[in-house]
């Protein structure tokens, strides 16, 4: 039997976070240290079976709704096709993640990117598995579960580069890509996307607090305060914008020491917004004294991780790295932000 298998990284931000659905600037690298995948295999049975062996779930895509993960992740590249197209069938599909969950590296995500990219190759239809199509797709999914995400997670899952993300909230209504979705409309805000490396490789750790920290209920409250306080937060969100656009060529120069200066003023900003947490100041704090460059949440907030710049030997002398497990972190990831060779 056919089989088809596809894989899509986990992401964190480095700058942005909240203020980026305001307009701002955000920056955000893959980490590739964790993935989901998706396979998709032709089975005898004729239904579609959606299987989650990490969450020990198999369901029969005709028995969920369609606004379940997985099952939204499929009708979204079906209402691409023509409309003549039957329901999918004789399909067995499986998806697997090593990026935890409702912790800021966009699980959810790449998930949905994974799913759509295999099934995508599988009917053959390689042109909607290119990383445009599918960030426009899963950004489709990602609003069933964030409400009104800012279209970076999508964005960085699918094209599994850096990315320096800007939203034009200029542009509202919703987009036509007639040449590569064949006329359908979906509505994704409108935004300006670079892709971006940096002259040397940049090492972060990534320290998960081990609380959920659902992006979606982070992002609503940040949008009331905005609305009692408007002036305020606009000029947080202005601060935050600042240190991203500076922070893109600190990245693009290599420059660690202006770069992890601008991370730990970010976090001071975030603070101010209120989606830190006692568990993310305490391990942003610890990563400071133990000789880390820059330290700051990274993702919803109130929960979920924090990064933090480090010296390439740090990988090998793990002072960093133990002295964010010993202020409470449930693991450790690391990343590279590698040279565009």
């Known amino acids: 039997m056919s089989s088809t298998t596809a894989v899509s990284p986990g992401k964190i931000i480095l700058f942005g976070e909240h203020s980026v659905v305001y307009g701002q600037p955000a920056i955000a690298v893959p980490v590739t240290q964790v993935v989901a995948k998706a396979t998709v295999t032709d089975a005898t049975h004729n239904e579609v079976l959606l299987s989650a062996p990490d969450l020990g779930q198999d369901n029969w895509l005709h028995d969920v709704p369609e606004n379940h993960p997985l099952a939204a992740a499929v009708w979204a590249l079906w209402r691409t096709l023509p409309a003549n197209t039957p329901p999918p069938e004789r399909l067995h599909i499986t998806v697997t993640s090593t990026i935890p ?176 947490s006692p568990e993310l100041d305490r391990l942003v704090q610890a990563a400071q004294n133990a000789g880390a460059l820059g330290a700051k949440l990274s993702g919803g907030g109130r929960g979920g991780n924090m990064i933090a710049l480090v010296q390439e030997d740090e990988l090998e002398q793990g002072v960093v790295k133990q002295a964010l497990l010993d202020a409470g972190a449930q693991k450790v990831l690391r990343t590279v932000l590698a040279p565009k060779v």
């Open 101 to 276: 969950i409702a912790s800021g590296l966009g699980s959810g995500a790449a998930i949905a990117a994974a799913l759509i990219q295999a099934l995508a190759h599988h009917i053959g239809r390689d042109d909607l598995a290119q990383p445009a199509v599918v960030s426009r797709l899963t950004y489709e999914v990602e609003r069933i579960h964030h409400g009104a995400p800012s279209g970076i997670d999508n964005t960085v899952v699918s094209y599994q580069r850096p990315v320096y993300f800007v939203r034009d909230l200029a542009k509202t209504e919703p987009q036509i890509y007639t040449q590569l979705l064949m006329g359908r409309r979906l509505s994704i805000p409108a935004a300006r996307l670079d892709t971006f490396s940096s002259q040397q490789p940049l090492h972060f750790l990534i320290g998960d607090t081990g609380i959920k920290a659902p992006t979606k209920e982070a992002v609503g409250d940040v949008r009331q305060q905005w609305q009692a306080d408007p002036k305020s937060f606009e000029n947080y969100f202005a601060g935050c914008g600042k240190l991203a656009k500076q922070g893109k060529k600190a990245v693009e120069a290599g420059d660690m020491i202006e770069l992890g200066q601008l991370m730990n003023e970010n976090h001071e900003l975030l603070k101010q917004i209120t989606v830190s």
